[in-house]
């Protein structure tokens, strides 16, 4: 059986999306994304790393900058 698991992050990137393509040429994405946390009246930053592949990756590539929510 299988399952899907949905997560939305709210945030803003920490850095421009990187593009890069596979040696077969597929284009690859990184996106840094800083979120915040409240524990016991504290804000924490968390950070996460989100992969894009494909279209998406050039997609965020060209609109994704430092600092975007």
Same mark, same amino acid.
């Given at each position: 059986?299988?399952?899907?698991?949905?997560?939305?992050?709210?945030?803003?990137?920490?850095?421009?999306? +990187?593009?890069?393509?596979?040696?077969?040429?597929?284009?690859?994405?990184?996106?840094?994304?800083?979120?915040?946390?409240?524990?016991?009246?504290? +804000?924490?930053?968390?950070?996460?790393?989100?992969?894009?592949?494909?279209?998406?990756? +050039?997609?965020?590539?060209?609109?994704?900058?430092?600092?975007?929510?």
């Amino acid at each position: 059986m299988r399952s899907i698991n949905k997560v939305i992050l709210i945030g803003n990137a920490t850095r421009d999306a +990187e593009l890069r393509h596979t040696q077969s040429g597929k284009p690859v994405s990184n996106i840094r994304l800083a979120t915040n946390r409240k524990v016991n009246g504290q +804000e924490h930053a968390q950070f996460h790393t989100i992969i894009c592949w494909d279209t998406l990756a +050039e997609t965020t590539s060209a609109y994704v900058k430092k600092g975007d929510p």
